[in-house]
């Protein structure tokens, strides 16, 4: 109500004095404009509310209940209520070390795929033979169904049977197949040192990094296009070499957008669930906090639990986003206006 | 040679190295996915590391009993397809319907919230599938839709409504606010501006739109687990690999025959409408 007086009152001076303007039957142009965009978005937002902003308010709820999936059927919205879900989450066994295997998750397909995505974008800027084709197909292991690509990634990798292991015998060397993601950690020489490489999970972000660069390949080469030609070539007049002109001219145009993308696959890949769940299952040390809410709501019908995991894994994520704008958001702003 | 000199050639050769790389990761996994589905299961087990099958040995009844339906000793691949298709469709027709006014009224209309709107609907992304996963698994157990396709659609349009409105409403604000207003003199209504003006000239958005609403409801496995895992006749593709897999003992190269069938629908659309697709996603991108 209060804009649609607003409105009205801005208007009001407009109209000659002697006519009522107010008092007009016909509403005022603005406040048309108003209605109707609110009737325009009621739809969206009525889905989104229902399917959105309800659940998660109900989550809130429930991870402050006792509630157990056989009788959340039957239990009023307002009742047992309790704390014992988020000391049960704080306290059970391998909840830190699910939240470190995460943020490593993350952060490591984060950068991993820009960096590899930039490489993309650098190596295919300037057109050559083939290169729509090469550029459709790069896009493949985005739009591919998760299923699919992870059994294709399984069967790879296998001991048994996969051609990672067959070939890594062959043309490596490999004394033993090496299981790809049922390994926590392979100890590895390396020049007479000795470390421990937690083997699936880094398995995990090469395919989160394989599955998601062309998103960030995407996005880069259309800001790349953008970049206007002169430039470089002005500064290969006065002598820039290739990694020159990339740091100080290509590099500066392309950060909004590496800012964007970093925001959004940091959110995208810190709630993931599908491609770890299908590729290990969340065992061998890939245990993410998603994988966990999942085997708390199914395998022991804790939905009190569940929901504090949720919720507790909705505020880390919140904190991170809070300290990374308030730090960088001003650079952001800047690079983006 | 001076450094300038030395880079140029470096980097000649690298952006080949690179692209060459880049070739291998992308295609290589779908001619191994391809592979496995035509070569018998002996083969593969005999000698894995071979990268082709011979002629003769070639064999299509991977899909045949991918495809067959289970009474007949398959795995009914067919009918999941079709509850996949239903349900992508169903989506993208209503994603479509609710998301073409609301972008419409955020690049076009000044109302009380509209700029916050699209900001609003975004932020449904931050919020971790897992997390409504829950409530509306027991919401959909208590008003009986639970196992129903009609169910697992209105989640994937809550999914995919924010992404739409903001690929549309990129397109939008590159309409001509001056054929709208000619339009609004002849004596069109906003509907009617909307539905006989606007959206003819955003075909191609609307296109690409769709298209990536289709891809997200086809390839979404996670609420399919949750919502339909315990009714076997209304599975997706997605969740019925996945239970295929998880099943009694299956050879792989049948679980790669259901992989491409899985697979090969999305793949083919995104060929189509590639250019359509990638423009969609990136348009604002490039002005920034």
Redesign the interface.
């Known amino acids: 109500m209060s804009?649609?007086q607003g409105a009205e009152q801005r208007q009001s001076p407009a109209p000659s004095p002697g006519r009522k303007a107010r008092q007009g039957r016909t509403p005022t142009l603005?406040q048309r404009?108003?209605?109707?965009?609110?009737?325009?978005?009621s739809?969206?937002?009525l889905?989104?509310l229902?399917?959105?902003i309800?659940?998660?308010a109900?989550?809130v709820l429930?991870a402050f209940q006792h509630a157990r999936?056989v009788d959340?059927?039957s239990m009023s919205f307002l009742s047992n209520w309790t704390w014992e879900n988020f000391t049960e989450v704080f306290t059970s066994p391998g909840f830190w070390t699910s939240l470190w295997t995460t943020l490593v998750y993350t952060a490591g397909s984060t950068v991993g795929s820009i960096a590899l995505g930039l490489?993309?974008a650098l190596?295919?800027r300037r057109p050559?033979r083939g290169r729509a084709l090469?550029r459709?197909?790069?896009?493949?292991?985005y739009?591919?169904?998760?299923?699919?690509?992870t059994?294709?990634?399984e069967?790879?990798l296998s001991p048994?049977?996969?051609?990672v292991?067959?070939?890594g015998g062959?043309l490596l060397g490999w004394d033993k197949p090496i299981a790809f993601l049922s390994t926590r950690s392979q100890e590895i020489s390396l020049l007479g040192w000795h470390v421990h490489l937690p083997l699936a999970l880094l398995t995990v972000i090469a395919f989160e990094i394989?599955r998601y660069f062309?998103f960030a390949f995407?996005?880069l080469l259309?800001?790349l296009?953008?970049v206007p030609a002169g430039l470089e070539e002005a500064a290969t007049v006065d002598?820039?070499?290739?990694?020159q002109r990339f740091r100080h001219i290509v590099l500066p145009q392309l950060m909004?957008?590496i800012a964007?993308l970093s925001v959004l696959r940091f959110?995208?890949t810190?709630?993931k669930?599908?491609d770890v769940y299908?590729l290990t299952g969340g065992g061998s040390g890939t245990d993410v906090v998603?994988v966990r809410?999942?085997d708390f709501?199914t395998a022991r019908y804790d939905?009190g639990a569940?929901?504090a995991q949720?919720?507790v894994?909705?505020l880390i994520?919140?904190v991170l986003?809070g300290v990374y704008f308030k730090f960088f958001a001003k650079r952001v702003q800047e690079?983006?206006s | 040679m001076s450094?300038?000199q030395v880079?140029?050639r470096i980097?000649g050769v690298l952006?080949w190295v690179?692209?060459a790389f880049?070739?291998v990761?992308?295609?290589f996994?779908?001619y191994?996915?391809l592979l496995?589905s035509v070569k018998p299961i002996d083969q593969?087990?005999l000698d894995?590391?071979r990268?082709w099958v011979g002629f003769s040995e070639l064999t299509f009844s991977t899909y045949q009993n991918v495809l067959q339906s289970v009474d007949d000793g398959g795995q009914g691949f067919l009918g999941m397809l079709g509850n996949s298709a239903l349900v992508a469709l169903a989506t993208v027709a209503m994603t479509l319907?609710?998301?073409v006014?609301?972008a419409?009224?955020?690049s076009r209309?000044?109302?009380?919230g509209?700029r916050q709107?699209s900001a609003?609907?975004l932020a449904?992304?931050?919020?971790?599938?897992?997390?409504?996963?829950?409530?509306?698994?027991?919401?959909f157990?208590?008003i009986g839709l639970q196992g129903s396709l009609v169910g697992l659609a209105?989640?994937y349009?809550?999914q995919t409504?924010?992404v739409s409105?903001y690929m549309l409403k990129n397109y939008f604000i590159t309409i001509p606010r001056s054929i709208e207003e000619a339009a609004a003199l002849d004596g069109c209504s906003?509907l009617q501006t909307l539905r006989r003006v606007v959206l003819p000239l955003a075909a191609p958005s609307l296109m690409a739109t769709g298209l990536y609403v289709f891809?997200i409801a086809?390839?979404e496995?996670?609420f399919a687990l949750l919502f339909l895992a315990a009714e076997p006749g209304k599975w997706t593709?997605?969740?019925g690999?996945?239970q295929l897999?998880n099943g009694i003992e299956v050879p792989?190269t049948i679980?790669?025959a259901?992989?491409?069938v899985?697979?090969i629908p999305?793949?083919l659309l995104?060929?189509a409408a590639?250019r359509l697709l990638?423009e969609g996603?990136?348009s604002g991108?490039?002005?920034?």
């Open positions: 804009t649609v603005a404009e108003n209605r109707t965009g609110l009737a325009f978005v739809p969206t937002a889905v989104v229902v399917v959105v309800l659940p998660i109900w989550t429930l999936l959340i059927q490489v993309a190596a295919l050559f090469l459709g197909s790069m896009l493949l292991p739009v591919a169904p998760v299923v699919a690509v059994f294709v990634w069967i790879a048994q049977f996969g051609i292991n067959e070939w062959k394989w062309p995407l996005f259309a800001r296009q953008a002598g820039a070499t290739h990694t909004p957008v964007l959110i995208m810190f709630n669930f599908d299908l998603a809410v999942y709501l939905v569940a929901a949720a919720l894994l909705a994520l919140a986003l690079e983006a | 450094r300038a880079e140029k980097f952006q690179v692209i880049l070739a990761i992308t295609l996994p779908f191994y996915m496995l593969l087990l894995p590391g990268l319907l609710a998301s006014p609301g419409y009224a955020v209309l000044r109302f009380f509209g709107v609003v609907f449904v992304y931050l919020f971790p599938a897992t997390l409504l996963a829950i409530p509306l698994f027991v919401m157990a208590r209105v989640v349009i809550a409504v924010p409105i906003r891809m086809w390839n496995f996670l593709v997605s969740l690999l996945q897999a792989k679980l790669m259901g992989s491409v899985l697979t999305v793949v995104f060929y590639e990638t996603l990136t991108a490039d002005k920034s």
